[in-house]
């Protein structure tokens, strides 16, 4: 099992404005995003499902990165 390739793929993404994290494995369903979806695919007028804010409003999470639980 390779960890880098998994970790280019399953990256998590944070928005900046109230801290959801949006992770693949789960996708956001009730936005019709699959699980296992990565954040590059989900299609740019995708809004965070916890305040509204853009795509673009959302960073990558480095490797290690402490996140709200």
Same mark, same amino acid.
């Given at each position: 099992?390779?960890?880098?390739?998994?970790?280019?793929? *399953?990256? /998590?993404?944070?928005?900046?404005?109230?801290?959801?994290?949006?992770? %693949? &494995?789960?996708?956001?369903? &009730?936005?019709?995003?699959?699980?296992?979806? %990565?954040?590059?695919?989900?299609?740019?007028?995708?809004?965070?499902?916890?305040?509204?804010?853009?795509?673009?409003?959302? /960073?990558? *999470? !480095?490797?290690?990165? !402490?996140?709200?639980?």
């Amino acid at each position: 099992m390779s960890t880098a390739t998994a970790g280019a793929e *399953l990256a /998590r993404w944070i928005c900046e404005p109230c801290g959801f994290v949006y992770d %693949p &494995d789960e996708g956001d369903p &009730d936005s019709g995003i699959e699980p296992g979806t %990565p954040f590059e695919d989900i299609p740019d007028d995708w809004m965070c499902p916890i305040c509204g804010a853009m795509k673009s409003d959302f /960073r990558q *999470l !480095e490797p290690g990165e !402490e996140f709200p639980g």
